[in-house]
């Protein structure tokens, strides 16, 4: 088995990388056909959501994925990723865009502004451990946490982390730092 890393748009090289580094096989889904593929997890990089939500629509592979994510299928989300998963966002984003939608969140995007596009925080994630590198990238801002999901972090007081049953939600970017810890938990879920 493998985990599948979306392979659209945006940093999912990082990503296969850091599952090789962990002895995990990975294959990339670019199409539909991809989906017939053998894999049992599922990685959603960072990049731009709304061209990311788009294609999925319109290549056929969102309501598939969306399927298995909600028949229990474990799912790292890291920023764009993470919008995709969101059940809502915040007013001034939903345009409409499609989305997974699977996670009961709100999350509003490219929160920080301009003169904050990135930075780097570390801090504690519940389960993994203190001192955890983060790179934030024209980051999303978790602003409600429904009662299914469960924040695992925070920067600032800014919800950076969530979990949802086999669904794990970052913000900022672990794929670009050399701490293994949050890949580690994905595939031990
Ligand atoms: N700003 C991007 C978006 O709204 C997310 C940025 C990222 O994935 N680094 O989709």
Not at 37 to 46: E, I, S, T
Not at 83 to 103: E, V
Not at 111 to 135: K, N, W
Request: proline share 5%; hydrophobic share 45%.
């Amino acid at each position: 088995m493998a985990t599948a890393v979306l392979a659209l748009q945006g940093a999912f090289a990082e990503h296969e990388a850091r599952l090789a580094e962990l002895g995990e096989n990975t294959i990339e889904l670019r199409s539909a056909d991809d989906l017939a593929r053998p894999f049992n997890r599922l990685v959603l990089p960072g990049g731009e959501s709304t061209v990311q939500g788009r294609l999925l629509k319109e290549l056929g592979m969102l309501g598939p994925l969306r399927e298995r994510i909600e028949d229990g299928m474990p799912v790292l989300a890291t920023c764009a990723g993470l919008i995709l998963l969101a059940q809502r966002l915040a007013a001034h984003d939903d345009k409409g865009t499609p989305r997974l939608a699977t996670m009961d969140v709100t999350v509003e995007r490219n929160a920080y502004g301009r003169q904050l596009g990135s930075f780097h925080a570390t801090a504690e994630v519940a389960g993994i451990g203190p001192d955890v590198p983060m790179t934030f990238i024209r980051a999303p801002r978790v602003v409600d946490v429904g009662k299914s999901a469960l924040a695992l972090a925070r920067v600032d007081g800014n919800v950076v982390a969530v979990r949802q049953g086999a669904q794990l939600g970052v913000a900022f970017h672990p794929e670009l730092d050399p701490d293994l810890r949050l890949h580690r938990l994905f595939l031990s879920l």
